[in-house]
């Protein structure tokens, strides 16, 4: 079984950065795909950033790319998100997941998740 817990959310101005952290525990995350959703009140879950096992292949979804940045240290097995100049509009639970097959960007694919961490940001 696989375990996920994330950290780093808060209460952020407009412009600032927070650093997002993912830890897993129960298997090695080497050989999987693992992503980064969020979810404000009333909407579906959406697709943030997503990372592939060895690091290489990065995906972002359009309102973060270039503010966002998503890596993995596997060694450690923690995966986190950077997240630079922080609008109103990021205001969500940010959760972290790992996926084994199917398209990066529905989080119908993704297999294991964490409890989610807030992330609030003021105009």
């Known amino acids: 079984q696989v375990q996920l817990v994330e950290s780093g959310g808060g209460f952020v101005q407009a412009g600032g950065s927070l650093r997002l952290s993912c830890t897993a525990s129960?298997?090695?995350?080497?050989?999987?795909?693992m992503g980064w959703f969020r979810q404000a009140p009333g909407r579906e879950r959406d697709f943030v950033a997503q990372?592939?096992?060895?690091?290489?292949?990065?995906y972002y979804g359009d309102s973060v790319k270039g503010r966002f940045t998503i890596s993995r240290d596997n060694a450690k097995n923690t995966m986190y998100l950077q997240m630079d100049s922080l609008k109103p509009e990021d205001t969500a639970v940010y959760y972290c997941?790992?996926?084994?097959?199917?398209?990066?960007?529905?989080?119908?694919?993704?297999?294991?998740w964490g409890q989610g961490t807030q992330v609030t940001v003021s105009a």
């Open positions: 129960g298997r090695p995350m080497s050989n999987y795909f």
């Open positions: 990372i592939s096992a060895g690091g290489a292949v990065k």
């Open positions: 997941a790992v996926r084994e097959g199917g398209t990066y960007y529905s989080f119908r694919n993704y297999q294991y």
